[in-house]
């Protein structure tokens, strides 16, 4: 094919400078659109033009289903009348008084499709070659109203209908021009229609008995590679509704970037893969020319769009990432398989048998498995297909069975730059690992250009999002959480809104506030401003503890962080169990670590079997880095004699201050109020946040101590140890003036 494509006589059109352009549905959805794309070609500098166009946007969706309805028996007429009307209030508004020769064609054109409609609901079925003639109107209808603009406004295009040009015939691989014959059609419609200009149909063709046929769905883009490589086209711009080819879906990645360059072979994987933008048979003319193709959007002319050519430039290891929703995997497994020759023959021919088409196969070097990712709707039929074909191996019990698993998503990572580049996989892997992502399979062709992972569906989106931003395709990505927005959380929350900017710049973080809590309320919600969270917490309703990891993990978003500035143990028994669910904390509250024993060692069997870590540094030392520095030391052999020091700052603050001028209670006010106690100014008085610390620090040092082991002498009296705080801070109040008084 390539062969008869490069060795064809050029086009009568080839000694003029010609750029090929397709224009997608989104592009021609209306008059607005319509008459923007005429402004588009009018206004570009190239003497020689060809305009492929599809039809307005959701018009071929709108004639398969009228061809359905007839086929169905029901009425049809109601929606062929408003697909008409949608036609005709285009063309007036395109034409204005110059709209009757158009409005005229168009009633010509709806009565024929109207006859054909009406034959198919006699008839029950459409039949392939009138279904396909109903279901290329769309493009005849878009063409016209497009030339007739233009002609309104002054330039000189010719009107081709693809079906007088071009001749495909249909084959197992899909759809496959006849060159010389497309040419020699080219050629002589030339002689008839001289124009430097063209608007040519897309999707529609003729086969080659002459019937009216369409390339397939997406076929307007390989259509506009076919004018494209007839006219001799020295570029196609595909115009869409997107900056161009995105490093990964924006549905699912909101900070997917539009990539300035691809190569042939990057844009295929992805093209196959799942990128919707470009189709993949689109670039089998354009490889065959070394035609430049360039992705732009029709909203943004602006842009300079995607460019795909032979090299694709510089840029890192992988330009992109895919997701194939909607699979399943399908396995066979036995000792009977290992060295025998034939087996994955066997499975394809069985496969290929029951038409079913293969996403991906993984096999390992034993040989003991093989296994193929299908579509979730033909993996029964897939599975039937494996277990007739051999039934006789298990029944013999050389073959275990055909197991079958739905609900599989293939993640695909894409770039030249894989090749030969040591630790890309390793990349990859390790941000699913730390996004809790299980791989169930896996493959990696020998061109490194490309590495599939088989994925659950319900970890797809936040595998995706991990591996984008493995790659540096965008930030790290975090769901935040603050629990105890008082004076240390509301000191952190603003330390973030004025430290996010640089975050996300210099060290590519991008935390997304998305829980508030406190002892009464809680604030969920999608993406929060960390310089808003007051507004969010007066705003929130009564609170929820249970409902705070899944709204987290429901995000999506590769990782999960709780950062617990309170105080409570009511918190600090949640904290297995977040870590089980793979949700990173992050504490100063003491009551996790320093707790019962049996919840400590719940929470380091969380953090072993959930991957999530516990960072609680702040609990001793106020932040500084006793606890690292302890186990560094204990892990280069040292041992531990003493641990001396001024276990609690608040203590030492209020004796230091303390020489009778003013009241005990007072300095504890100030305290209090200076942040420098703990929420409750009882902890500290009584001993327990310097029992608590002792605690921590002793089981960092192996011991199992717990903390009715520690022997305290409170400061606060046995009568005030109960009840709320505020009833404490009064009663002491007046205790202290009592006692000083006495």
């Given amino acids: 094919m390539n062969a008869s494509l490069l060795e064809a006589k050029p086009s009568p059109a080839v000694g003029l400078r010609t750029r090929a352009h397709k224009f997608g549905g989104s592009s021609l959805a209306d008059a607005t659109r319509i008459r923007h794309v005429a402004g588009l070609l009018m206004a570009a500098d190239e003497p020689g033009q060809v305009a492929v166009v599809s039809a307005m946007q959701g018009v071929t969706d709108a004639l398969i289903a009228l061809s359905e309805a007839a086929a169905g028996g029901r009425d049809w007429r109601p929606d062929w009348q408003v697909l008409q009307q949608r036609h005709e209030d285009t063309a007036r508004a395109l034409l204005g008084e110059q709209a009757a020769d158009t409005l005229a064609w168009l009633r010509g054109q709806f009565e024929g499709l109207a006859g054909l409609l009406q034959a198919v609901s006699v008839l029950g079925s459409p039949g392939r070659p009138a279904f396909e003639r109903i279901q290329g109107l769309g493009e005849v209808f878009s063409s016209r109203l497009l030339w007739a603009h233009l002609a309104a406004r002054g330039a000189t295009h010719a009107l081709l209908d693809a079906r007088e040009v071009l001749v495909v015939r249909h084959e197992e691989l899909g759809v496959a021009v006849d060159w010389p014959r497309s040419r020699a059609n080219l050629a002589r419609w030339r002689d008839a229609h001289p124009q430097a200009r063209v608007v040519a149909t897309g999707f529609i063709a003729s086969s080659e008995d002459g019937l009216s046929t369409v390339l397939g769905r997406n076929g307007s883009d390989y259509s506009g590679a076919i004018f494209a490589a007839l006219f001799e086209a020295e570029e196609l711009h595909i115009w869409t509704d997107v900056d161009g080819v995105l490093s990964a879906d924006p549905r699912l990645v909101p900070e997917a970037v539009a990539l300035p360059a691809l190569s042939y072979r990057e844009a295929c994987e992805l093209a196959y893969f799942g990128a919707k933008v470009i189709h993949p048979q689109t670039l089998t003319p354009a490889i065959a020319r070394n035609l430049p193709v360039l992705i732009r959007n029709t909203f943004r002319p602006e842009h300079p769009g995607t460019r795909i050519t032979a090299d694709g430039g510089p840029g890192g290891p992988v330009k992109g990432l895919t997701l194939s929703p909607g699979l399943a995997l399908v396995s066979l497994e036995g000792a009977g398989l290992i060295g025998v020759p034939g087996t994955a023959e066997r499975v394809f021919a069985a496969l290929h048998a029951a038409r079913i088409s293969v996403v991906m196969i993984s096999q390992g070097s034993s040989e003991h498995s093989i296994c193929c990712v299908v579509r979730e709707g033909e993996a029964a039929a897939a599975a039937a297909a494996l277990s007739?074909?051999?039934?006789?191996?298990?029944?013999?019990?050389?073959?275990?069975?055909?197991?079958?698993?739905?609900?599989?998503?293939?993640?695909?990572?894409?770039?030249?730059?894989?090749?030969?580049?040591?630790?890309?996989?390793?990349?990859?892997?390790?941000?699913?690992?730390?996004?809790?992502?299980?791989?169930?399979?896996?493959?990696?062709?020998?061109?490194?250009?490309?590495?599939?992972?088989?994925?659950?569906?319900?970890?797809?989106?936040?595998?995706?999002?991990?591996?984008?931003?493995?790659?540096?395709?965008?930030?790290?990505?975090?769901?935040?959480?603050?629990?105890?927005?008082?004076?240390?959380?509301?000191?952190?929350?603003?330390?973030?809104?004025?430290?996010?900017?640089?975050?996300?710049?210099?060290?590519?973080?991008?935390?997304?506030?998305?829980?508030?809590?406190?002892?009464?309320?809680?604030?969920?919600?999608?993406?929060?401003?960390?310089?808003?969270?007051?507004?969010?917490?007066?705003?929130?309703?009564?609170?929820?503890?249970?409902?705070?990891?899944?709204?987290?993990?429901?995000?999506?978003?590769?990782?999960?962080?709780?950062?617990?500035?309170?105080?409570?143990?009511?918190?600090?028994?949640?904290?297995?169990?977040?870590?089980?669910?793979?949700?990173?904390?992050?504490?100063?509250?003491?009551?996790?670590?320093?707790?019962?024993?049996?919840?400590?060692?719940?929470?380091?069997?969380?953090?072993?079997?959930?991957?999530?870590?516990?960072?609680?540094?702040?609990?001793?030392?106020?932040?500084?880095?006793?606890?690292?520095?302890?186990?560094?030391?204990?892990?280069?052999?040292?041992?531990?004699?003493?641990?001396?020091?001024?276990?609690?700052?608040?203590?030492?603050?209020?004796?230091?201050?303390?020489?009778?001028?003013?009241?005990?209670?007072?300095?504890?006010?100030?305290?209090?109020?200076?942040?420098?106690?703990?929420?409750?100014?009882?902890?500290?008085?009584?001993?327990?946040?310097?029992?608590?610390?002792?605690?921590?620090?002793?089981?960092?040092?192996?011991?199992a101590l717990s903390l009715d082991q520690v022997q305290v002498e409170s400061l606060v009296p046995e009568a005030m140890r109960g009840g709320p705080r505020e009833q404490f801070m009064a009663t002491w109040n007046n205790w202290t003036r009592h006692c000083t008084n006495a």
């Fill in 388 to 703: 007739r074909a051999f039934e006789r191996e298990q029944a013999a019990g050389q073959v275990q069975g055909v197991q079958r698993i739905g609900g599989i998503s293939v993640l695909a990572v894409v770039g030249d730059g894989m090749a030969g580049t040591p630790g890309v996989a390793a990349r990859l892997f390790g941000a699913l690992a730390r996004a809790r992502v299980n791989v169930r399979a896996i493959a990696q062709g020998a061109s490194e250009r490309n590495i599939s992972v088989a994925v659950a569906a319900e970890d797809a989106t936040r595998a995706l999002r991990a591996a984008h931003a493995a790659f540096w395709l965008s930030a790290q990505t975090v769901a935040l959480a603050v629990i105890g927005p008082g004076k240390v959380g509301g000191a952190l929350l603003d330390q973030l809104d004025a430290a996010m900017p640089r975050l996300r710049r210099d060290a590519g973080l991008d935390l997304r506030l998305r829980v508030l809590a406190d002892s009464r309320r809680a604030w969920l919600g999608e993406h929060g401003a960390a310089g808003d969270w007051r507004m969010h917490l007066a705003a929130a309703p009564a609170g929820d503890l249970d409902a705070l990891a899944p709204h987290l993990l429901g995000a999506h978003l590769p990782h999960a962080v709780i950062v617990d500035c309170s105080a409570s143990d009511t918190v600090a028994e949640r904290y297995a169990g977040w870590l089980a669910a793979g949700i990173h904390v992050i504490t100063p509250n003491k009551h996790a670590v320093a707790g019962p024993w049996p919840r400590r060692q719940a929470i380091e069997a969380a953090c072993l079997a959930g991957g999530a870590r516990l960072r609680y540094e702040a609990t001793v030392g106020a932040g500084l880095p006793v606890i690292q520095t302890l186990r560094d030391l204990l892990d280069t052999g040292d041992q531990l004699v003493a641990v001396e020091g001024i276990l609690s700052g608040t203590l030492a603050w209020l004796f230091n201050r303390y020489d009778g001028a003013l009241p005990f209670s007072a300095l504890v006010r100030e305290a209090h109020a200076l942040g420098y106690t703990e929420p409750d100014p009882r902890e500290d008085l009584s001993g327990m946040d310097v029992a608590r610390k002792l605690v921590i620090l002793a089981r960092e040092a192996g011991l």
